[in-house]
């Protein structure tokens, strides 16, 4: 790689570590390339450059954030033995964008759903699709070895916890109250597991999983 193409690779790379920072923070339509162009000393110009337009620039953040938390899943297969820790880590994910003081990137876009191009809709549901597909296999196999419980099918279960985490740290973030989020991810995942399966009573702490410690 020449040092033209370096430059412009890391360009485009802290391009989107400000608008996926802001985006998290104020939300997708919170943000203009001229804050983005302020915050890194650089003219919109520049910007435009790199990505055409907003709606470009949507597409990638979605983009790049979907495979970090897709790599982040991908070690939680790796690390945790039972389908009980597996969640468990599932949750800490989001604990770890809450200590960032930041929402889930596809969550808050969810908000902003209506406002948004139809390929930045499309990578929304797709994220949460594929979030969804992880929590039915890991749900499966709790039920299979008899880690984790559940009334229902194990499909309505995984969107009830995307819904119950996504909405708990919608509610947590006024009040600045990670506990509060804490309290109610251990709550759920107590509710998914059998009374005779040893539980992880300590708090849920978050796991470093990509420049933010993401998520969702």
């Not at 890194?40 to 337009?53: C, K, N, Q, V």
């Not at 790049?64 to 880590?89: I, K, V």
């Amino acid at each position: 790689m020449t040092a033209r193409r370096r430059g412009d690779a890391d360009t485009a790379s802290r391009i989107l570590d400000v608008a996926e920072r802001l985006a998290q923070v104020r939300g997708f339509n919170g943000f203009s390339y001229a804050d983005i162009a302020t915050e890194l000393e650089i003219t919109t110009a520049a910007l435009h450059y790199h990505f055409a337009g907003k709606a470009d620039l949507g597409e990638a953040l979605i983009g790049r954030y979907a495979d970090r938390f897709g790599q982040a899943l991908a070690a939680l297969d790796a690390a945790s033995p039972t389908a009980a820790s597996r969640l468990r880590g599932y949750a800490d994910l989001y604990i770890g964008v809450l200590r960032n003081h930041r929402m889930c990137l596809c969550g808050i876009l969810a908000a902003e759903y209506p406002t948004l191009p139809d390929p930045m809709r499309a990578a929304v549901v797709s994220f949460f699709d594929k979030n969804e597909e992880w929590l039915l296999s890991v749900l499966e196999q709790g039920r299979d070895d008899g880690s984790l419980t559940f009334t229902g099918s194990a499909r309505d279960t995984a969107r009830m916890i995307i819904g119950c985490l996504e909405g708990a740290m919608l509610v947590a973030r006024p009040y600045g109250d990670i506990p509060r989020f804490q309290d109610a991810a251990t709550s759920l995942i107590a509710s998914l597991t059998p009374a005779n399966v040893k539980r992880d009573s300590a708090s849920l702490t978050p796991i470093n999983s990509g420049s933010e410690a993401t998520e969702s």
